[in-house]
Each structure stands twice: as C-alpha cells, then as structure tokens.
C-alpha cells in the first residue's frame, strides 16, 4: 500500500490528509519573531522584571536577588498542574499575540546538596506543607501573616498558607502596577489588563505591534531534588544516556495547588516545570509538532471540563508516550497522524481506567477523583474526537489562523498609526544629531569588541532616546 493510501480504519480519515493539516497548524502556530518583535518581547520581559523588583521594595518579602521561570504558554495551556477558578476572557490575536507563565520564586531553598525531605505527613503524594522552622527568624518574621498555625500531636507550628501568599502577592502587583500606570514613562510597554485569578495574577502588556499576557504564579523555589521522587531516577526513562541526570535534577518548585482530600489553607504540590523545560529540548521535533496539535484540538474539546481533565494531563501523556515509544519512530515524519491518533487514544485509555500518573511521581494519580459519570461523560467527549480527528484539528487551524490575522492586522494598524504620527511631527531629527553620534559610537564599539557576531541596534519609534543593541540573539 502506498503512503498516501493509508487510512484509519476507526475513523475512515486518510492519513495523508491527517498529516497535512497538522503540517498546516504547525505552521500557522509557530510564531517566528522578527528583530523588532524580537525587539518588543524583551523590552516587555524587562518591564516584568522591573515590576517585580518594584514589589520587592514594598515590604522586602520576595529574594532580593531571584531566579524566575519563564514557561511557553499560559496556565489555561496547561504549563503547570494547578487548577484556575475562572480561566480568564482572554483570547488570542483578539487580546494578545503571545503567552507565558512565570514563575515567581516568593521563598528560596537553594543551599543544599542532598536530596529534600518535605513535610508530607498530612498529605497525598506530590504534595506537601511548609513549616517556616526551615528558614531563618528573619524570614519568619517577613512571612508569619501568610501562614496557618496548626497543632499537631502537642506540636505547634508556622505553615505557609498558599491562598494567603497569592492574596498577598496579587495585591502588591495590583499596587505597584497601579502606581507606574499613574507615572508611565513614555517609551516604556503598556499594562493594558492585571486580573487576579485564584493562584494566578494575569499582565497583559503592549510595546509597539506586540501585545503578551504574562500568567505569574508566586511559587517556592528550590535546589537539589525531593526525596518523594528518588525512585523515579532509577526506572528507565528516553532521556537516559542523552541527558546527564545532574541537568534534569537541578531544581523544583511549590506551587500554590491542593489535593482533593488536602487542606487548602496550607497544601502546596510539587512542581518539576524546571526539569520538564530541560526534556522537552530532547523530544523530537516531529513529536513535538503533533502534540501542540493534540493540545489544541483536546484543550478547545475539553475546555468545559478542564476542572476534571486538567490541560497539564496533557503533558503527562506526552512525557509518558516519549518513555513508552521509541524515539526514532516519534521523529519521523511519515508517523505524524499515527502519534496524534495514539495520544487521542491514551486519554481515552487513562478516562477508562481513571489513572493518569504523575510523570515523576508515578505514585501520584491526577484522575483519582473522577466518578463514573463524570468518566462517561468526558468519554462520549474524546470518542467525538476520535471518530473525525481531520475535522477537529481543521478547527484548531481554522482558530490559529484568524489569530494571527487578527496579529498581523493589529502590527499593521500600530505601524500605519506611529507613522502618521512621526510624519506629524516632523519626522526624527537629522543625521549629525548628538543622539545619533552617540549611537554610531556604541555600535562601533560593540563591532569592534565582537568580531564575527551578528549586531543590530533598535530604536523605539514612541522613544528615541534609548536604543536597543542586539548581539546574536541577546538584547543589550
């Protein structure tokens, strides 16, 4: 049989077709930055930073010196395992053109070399409570308001609280976020939206053409590797001999999240989105194609029911199907709709035996929760899907697609917009300006301590004053 004559017998959709439309998504989704988009997203990073250091000053909670993660895509997209009360009203293309999650280390346990024993007395696997005894009287003090006094067998102790921590930090962003708006400086990005959400606080910030929503998540932050999951090191794993095990184990976080039977007031969950960046580097490409298609088309079946089926389900499955597959088949091409079709089929398989593991803590079971009915409806769900795969990843084109349009339009109307205002005004000033002297001086400079680097300078058309250098791909 040809290639192109292949069919899925369950659906009847050739699977030529199949993996055309995902060529297709992939296409449309992947989103290559030019060097003034490219321009655009630092300068909005920067000002995130800033923001962030501005709510250090306010009562000196967070590290004055941090270390934050910054994750493709937003919660709803199921970057981390945590749940969202009400996923917010934005969209993309209508509200903004790119996403991510940023972790905001609100506490640091950095100085250790052994594996981390967690209080896990009270809790469920993968989750925990945190005693304030592990941090200096200094800390204590910063941090007692954020914590539950619990007694335990004639033991009486400080425990961070998760919901008060977000309360707190969603609040001081609110302030300091208030506050620049009220003294913006011209030529820096826009805070167009801040909504506080359960654990999470959503920016949505613009610069020039490029709009971006920020999920920021306080979290606590540490080194070295939970002795919960030293177990999951020794099974064999697709990373084994690619990866050396000191760069998967480097570090892991808390993030404000409960377990079905926990106690919310002072419950956090494990989170390894530090290792999980370092392994997907290592997924094949072609792999990787098919599952941002797979996310879309069940994150858009699912999303009424994403409080039983958490998007970062989805990721488990991938992490799992990379150990359970041979790598060289998920790198082929040719093998597009067949990986797609079988990721389909795993989260029928996980709703059918209501078990989903978590990836490094296998003990972990995110689908414990479900009862029957909940399952057959979530089925009659993944079963529509399967029986037209072709049409559901159509839709998910057809989405990207009027996003982007929606992108490119907004550029385009912000480029015809500062135009017209530059030509207002008389346009920039001539050739033998001090400012531009001091600009040709700098990148002779920057040549000449370079060599062989690709160099580019950027100045923004709202502020002049302040050009961007861009040595290979980092922004000075």
Not at 46 to 61: M, P, R, T
Not at 66 to 93: M, Q, V, W
Not at 103 to 116: E, F, G, I, S
Not at 281 to 303: D, G, H, Q, S
Request: net charge negative; proline share 4%.
């Amino acid at each position: 049989m040809e290639e192109s004559d292949r069919v899925d017998f369950r659906s009847g959709c050739e699977m030529k077709t199949l993996e055309n439309l995902i060529n297709v998504f992939d296409d449309y989704d992947r989103h290559e930055f030019d060097d003034c988009m490219a321009m655009e997203v630092h300068s909005m990073k920067e000002h995130v930073f800033n923001i962030l250091s501005e709510v250090q000053k306010l009562d000196d909670k967070l590290p004055v010196s941090n270390e934050y993660l910054l994750l493709s895509g937003s919660c709803k997209d199921g970057t981390l395992d945590t749940e969202i009360d009400n996923p917010s009203h934005f969209a993309r293309g209508t509200d903004f053109d790119l996403d991510y999650t940023l972790l905001v280390p609100v506490l640091k346990l950095h100085d250790r070399n052994q594996p981390v024993v967690l209080d896990m007395r009270h809790s469920t696997p993968c989750h925990s409570w945190l005693s304030l005894r592990l941090f200096d009287d200094d800390t204590v003090g910063k941090w007692e308001s954020c914590c539950c006094v619990v007694e335990h067998q004639n033991d009486r102790n400080h425990y961070l609280s998760a919901p008060k921590v977000c309360s707190w930090f969603s609040e001081s962003l609110t302030q300091v976020v208030t506050e620049m708006q009220g003294s913006h400086k011209k030529g820096d990005p826009v805070v167009k939206e801040i909504l506080p959400n359960g654990v999470i606080t959503t920016l949505v910030l613009s610069y020039g053409g490029t709009r971006i929503m920020y999920d920021l998540v306080p979290v606590v932050s540490f080194r070295g590797w939970p002795a919960v999951a030293m177990g999951w090191l020794s099974e064999n794993h697709f990373w084994d001999g690619i990866v050396p095990e000191e760069e998967v184990i480097t570090g892991f976080h808390l993030v404000p999240a409960c377990s079905v039977v926990g106690r919310k007031d002072v419950e956090w969950r494990l989170s390894f989105a530090r290792s999980e960046v370092q392994l997907k580097r290592y997924i094949p490409e072609a792999f990787m194609k098919t599952f941002y298609a797979f996310k879309a088309v069940m994150n858009r079946a699912l999303c009424r029911h994403s409080r039983f089926v958490k998007p970062y389900i989805l990721r488990g499955l991938l992490l799992w199907a990379c150990d359970r597959v041979r790598l060289n088949c998920l790198a082929s091409e040719s093998n597009l709709p067949d990986t797609l079709l079988g990721l389909i089929d795993d989260v029928l398989q996980c709703l059918l035996s209501r078990s989903c593991p978590n990836y490094f803590i296998p003990q972990y079971n995110m689908l414990v929760h479900l009862d029957d009915q909940t399952v057959l409806k979530l089925c009659q769900v993944v079963l529509m899907v399967r029986s037209d795969p072709a049409e559901h990843v159509r839709n998910a084109v057809d989405q990207v697609k009027a996003a982007r349009a929606m992108t490119k339009e907004y550029r385009e109307t912000n480029l015809r917009r500062r135009t017209a205002t530059g030509n207002g005004t008389g346009g920039t000033t001539g050739s033998n300006s001090r400012q531009e002297i001091d600009v040709a001086e700098r990148m002779r400079k920057l040549v000449d301590e370079n060599p062989g680097k690709s160099i580019s300078v950027f100045l923004n058309p709202q502020d002049g004053s302040t050009p961007h250098f861009r040595i290979d791909g980092k922004f000075y």
